[in-house]
């Protein structure tokens, strides 16, 4: 069963406006949350991060949302930009594994 | 700063051949990990090393997986014999203890 759930596998958004991603998680130990970008032909690249005891997180363009109780957290882009069209990968940090469970991720396509 | 370095970037080779991916990680980063991503998933990890050590390898299928980080620094995975269920990208990250993980652009295998 699936830790870490990107239900959207894809999203198209007009250049200029807002992109949101959603992730959810089933287990309330994680405790670090990240946000990979993925290029075609390419390894994921770190795009942001929350650690579980923020509700928020932002840099330039890109605001991460956590919401705990509702174990859920969303990727915000505003305004989006064609260069922003890839494969965004929501990760889980599990403390009592040290590693990263990833979801399936949701590609995000920004048209002109 | 180099990123890590991953090599072969794409192997293509027939069912019961062996094959190694190789990976050079981030200068100073004592944390090494070797994850597979299957077409339409998020990676999924293979095995955790801290400086030579080998700490979680709970995901690698022992029967035909092997690897290996001597001295702490590269590390080598290898497949014997491959499998048609293995073609897969093959990525390589790393990072300081408990840090962000930085991804390597991987190592594409398509097994025939």
């Known amino acids: 069963d699936q830790q870490v759930k990107q239900n959207s596998p894809s999203l198209s958004v007009q250049e200029g406006r807002i992109s949101i991603l959603n992730c959810d998680y089933t287990n309330s130990m994680f405790d670090y949350f990240l946000w990979y970008k993925k290029y075609p032909a390419e390894g994921p690249t770190f795009l942001i991060s929350?650690?579980?005891?923020?509700d928020k997180n932002e840099d330039g363009r890109f605001t991460v949302f956590l919401n705990k109780s509702a174990k859920h957290l969303s990727l915000h882009i505003v305004p989006s930009q064609p260069g922003d069209s890839a494969v965004y990968f929501c990760a889980a940090s599990d403390p009592s594994q040290g590693n990263l469970i990833f979801g399936k991720g949701t590609k995000l396509s920004v048209k002109p | 700063e180099a990123g890590v370095v991953q090599s072969p970037r794409y192997k293509i080779i027939e069912k019961k051949q062996p094959v190694a991916f190789w990976c050079n990680p981030i200068?100073?980063?004592?944390?090494l990990y070797w994850y597979r991503q299957n077409l339409g998933q998020g990676p999924e990890l293979l095995i955790r090393y801290e400086n030579e050590e080998a700490v979680d390898d709970s995901q690698l299928p022992k029967d035909r997986f092997s690897a290996e980080r001597l001295k702490g620094v590269d590390s080598t995975l290898k497949i014997q014999p491959a499998e048609l269920g293995d073609s897969a990208v093959y990525l390589c990250?790393?990072?300081?203890?408990?840090?962000?993980?930085?991804f390597g652009p991987g190592t594409r295998l398509t097994v025939l």
């Open positions: 200068s100073g980063h004592n944390t």
């Open positions: 929350i650690s579980s005891i923020k």
């Open positions: 990250a790393s990072s300081l203890i408990l840090d962000t993980q930085y």
